[in-house]
């Protein structure tokens, strides 16, 4: 089973930037696919981001040209670059794994990331 730590969320002006990171551990197989999905209050949660262990990556239209995501492979650690965030990108942020040979996806517990106008 796949171990995800989150960190890097918290309050930030629009306009702003933050950093967050998501360290993958407790498995001597790699997560075929990390990647971030955020869930605002009275939400369904979504996808933001997502990269495979090649680096072809996914986002959410809403973030494209905002948001990076990039991965260490190395460390199976992935981070998400949000520049120009925005209120509407206050939600928790959620760290998700997807290991082919387990066929099960894993889940962080979520950081909030809070932009106020």
């Known amino acids: 089973q796949v171990h995800l730590v989150e960190s890097g969320g918290g309050l930030v002006q629009a306009g702003g930037s933050l950093r967050l990171s998501c360290a993958a551990s407790?498995?001597?197989?790699?997560?075929?696919?990390m990647g971030w999905y955020r869930q605002a209050p009275g939400k369904q949660r979504e996808l933001v981001a997502k990269?495979?262990?090649?680096?072809?990556?996914t986002y959410a239209d809403s973030v494209k040209g905002r948001f990076t995501i990039s991965r260490h492979n190395a460390n199976d650690t992935i981070y998400l670059q949000m520049n120009s965030l925005q209120p509407e990108d206050t939600a928790v942020y959620y760290c998700?794994?997807?290991?082919?040979?387990?066929?099960?996806?894993?889940w962080g517990q979520g950081t909030q990331v809070t932009v106020s106008s």
């Open positions: 998700n794994a997807y290991t082919l040979i387990y066929g099960v996806a894993s």
């Open positions: 407790g498995s001597i197989f790699s997560p075929n696919v």
């Open positions: 990269i495979t262990n090649v680096g072809i990556t």
